[in-house]
């Protein structure tokens, strides 16, 4: 039974996350994620299918290696998604910031 995922499934794992932040800046090899974790192969694979089936991660075949690369336009889903929280708590540490300048100012 093939289950579909969806990428913010996919990102609810920590290990998961951990792989994406890994792959960010350079294509990586399933051993060469693998050799960062403290889990069997078998559980990063598994982490690796889940990724790929949500297209966060896209795969890429050199000879006998596959290497695993970031996906930017999915990982633009849930920036998109993150955007307007961003947006409000920058509003509301900004709001803060200008209320501590004042109580600062009348010391």
């Given at each position: 039974m093939n289950l579909r995922r969806d990428v913010f499934q996919a990102i609810a794992d920590p290990t998961r996350r951990a792989?994406?932040?890994?792959?960010?800046?350079?294509?990586?090899?399933?051993?060469?994620?693998?050799?960062?974790?403290?889990?069997?192969?078998?559980?990063?694979?598994?982490?690796?299918?889940?990724?790929?089936?949500?297209?966060?991660?896209?795969?890429?075949?050199?000879?006998?290696?596959?290497?695993?690369?970031?996906n930017a336009k999915n990982m633009k889903q849930v920036a998109d998604f993150i955007e307007p929280f961003r947006k409000m708590w920058d509003d509301r540490f900004n709001k803060l910031e200008d209320i501590m300048k004042k109580h600062q100012s009348k010391k």
């Open positions: 792989i994406l932040l890994l792959v960010a800046s350079q294509s990586l090899t399933a051993g060469a994620i693998a050799a960062n974790f403290d889990t069997a192969r078998p559980t990063v694979s598994k982490h690796l299918q889940i990724l790929t089936e949500c297209e966060l991660l896209d795969q890429k075949q050199t000879g006998r290696e596959i290497y695993y690369h970031i």
